[in-house]
Structure formats: structure tokens, C-alpha cells
Nanobody, 116 residues
Framework: QVQLVESGGGLVQPGGSLRLSCAAS????????MGWYRQAPGKQRELVAS???????NYVDSVKGRFTISRVNTKNTVYLQMNSLKPEDTAVYYC??????????WGQGTQVTVSS
């Protein structure tokens, strides 16, 4: 059974930083596009950042210049470095693995709260 396990969430003050990690198991990690999504209370889940198998990256406009997604295939892990955090970044962050139209997996989510 495929598992995606997120870690690194928590409470941080505005302007602070966090690094999220997602460790994958039982999956051919290197061939999957990996993504980080987030869902704030009362809002739809949105794609924050993604990284393809060839390390191409994509970001939602609201995090460009502040967040960086990366992957280490030898560790089956994807990261999201979040800097200059704002209260509006508060959400549950989910790790996603996707390949084609039929193979997609989700992690259980990790809470990020930005508050003074």
C-alpha cells in the first residue's frame, strides 16, 4: 500500500519559515509528479507547488518567491521550503503523487498555522 507521510508543520510567527517533508513508500517515486496542496477552513483545496519527474517546478502566484519545492529521489522525499510566511498561508498542507490520469495518492496532511 502506497504511503505518503508529511511532517514539519506547526505554529510559526508571520515572517518565519518552515520546511515540510513528504516521505513516500511503496511507490516508484522518481517517475511521479509530486505536489503540495493546501486547504484553509471554508476554502477549496489548491495546488501550491509541484515538481515533475524531470524537476520542472510550478507555483501558485501567491507563493512565488517565498516557497521552494524540491525532491530527493534517492530518499523518496519531496520538500516544501516556506519562507516569509503570512497568516493567509495558514492551512492543512497535503502531499500528492500523480502519474497520468489513473495513478494518484494523497498524504494525511499537516497543519501549518501562521500567527503572532
Amino acid at each position: 500500500q502506497v504511503q505518503l507521510v508529511e511532517s514539519g508543520g506547526g505554529l510559526v510567527q508571520p515572517g518565519g519559515s518552515l520546511r515540510l517533508s513528504c516521505a513516500a513508500s511503496r511507490i516508484a517515486f522518481s517517475i511521479y509528479t509530486m505536489g503540495w496542496y493546501r486547504q484553509a477552513p471554508g476554502k477549496q483545496r489548491e495546488l501550491v507547488a509541484s515538481i515533475t519527474s524531470s524537476a520542472g517546478t510550478n507555483y501558485v502566484d501567491s507563493v512565488k518567491g517565498r516557497f521552494t519545492i524540491s525532491r530527493v529521489n534517492t530518499k523518496n522525499t519531496v520538500y516544501l521550503q516556506m519562507n516569509s510566511l503570512k497568516p493567509e498561508d495558514t492551512a492543512v498542507y497535503y502531499c500528492n503523487a500523480k502519474r497520468g490520469a489513473t495513478s494518484e495518492y494523497w498524504g494525511q496532511g499537516t497543519q501549518v498555522t501562521v500567527s503572532s
